[in-house]
């Protein structure tokens, strides 16, 4: 059975970067016709859809966010990675990778989620 | 981009249906057939229910459907209970590849 599991620092200061990464279980990150990517949820906010790639490396970003982020999968090693650049306060969310299914709105497994904390 | 429109808040007695909305635009909800619902509970991680508007993955029990008409796609949930209390989001592509989330409803089972 699929599943990921999101790693990284839990406090992160302001203005520096936001690195976080995901680790595939149970299937091979180049399989079929899916996305690996990340969405994210501020404290007693909704969710929001952040980033994902495909294996082979076409890569897809909110346009709100999209000149401060970056994607990156590692075949060899079941891993994608997200970098979120500069961050502020408003960056202070839960974390979240997911599987997309191409060509339906198919987003499943979710990791568990990862607190990530913008503080000095 | 902007973020699709749902009520804050719902509620329903066991047993009860309820119907959650999810407002967007002919760009996004009313322009493609792929929006998803998730369930979340306190402390957890969204989990599908519903995707494509009206499939349901192997596993979400059939008390729970989806449709969609113009702009406004919907969740119901058929006889409620107690342990449907939960946030109950939708998402729908958007374009270019983008997607994008509705607020949120938080479901009470009375």
């Known amino acids: 059975q699929l599943q990921v599991q999101e790693s990284g620092p839990g406090l992160v200061k302001p203005s520096e970067t936001l690195s976080l990464t995901c680790t595939v279980s149970g299937d091979a990150v180049n399989s079929g016709d899916y996305y690996w990517g990340w969405i994210r949820q501020s404290p007693g906010k909704g969710l929001e859809w952040i980033a994902y790639m495909s294996y082979s490396g076409r890569t897809y970003y909110s346009p709100s966010l999209n000149s401060r982020v970056t994607i990156s999968v590692e075949t060899s090693k079941k891993q994608f990675s997200l970098k979120l650049w500069s961050v502020t306060a408003a960056d202070t969310a839960v974390y979240y990778c997911?599987?997309?299914?191409?060509?339906?709105?198919?987003?499943?497994?979710w990791g568990q989620g990862t607190l990530v904390t913008i503080s000095s | 981009q902007s973020a699709l429109t749902q009520p804050a808040s719902v509620s329903g007695s066991p047993g009860q249906s309820i119907t959650i909305s999810c407002t967007g635009t002919?760009?996004?909800?009313?322009?493609?057939?792929?929006v998803s619902w998730f369930q979340q509970h306190p402390g957890k991680a969204p989990k599908l229910l519903i995707y494509?508007?009206?499939s349901r993955p192997s596993g979400v029990s059939i008390r729970f459907s989806g449709s969609k008409s113009g702009n406004t796609a919907s969740l119901t949930i058929s006889g409620l209970q107690a342990e449907d209390e939960a946030d109950y989001h939708c998402?729908?592509?958007?374009?270019?590849?983008?997607?994008?989330f509705g607020g949120g409803t938080k479901l009470t089972v009375l």
């Open positions: 998402m729908s592509y958007a374009s270019s590849f983008t997607w994008l």
């Open positions: 494509d508007v009206s």
């Open positions: 997911v599987r997309h299914r191409g060509s339906s709105s198919w987003f499943d497994p």
């Open positions: 002919s760009s996004d909800v009313g322009g493609h057939n792929y």
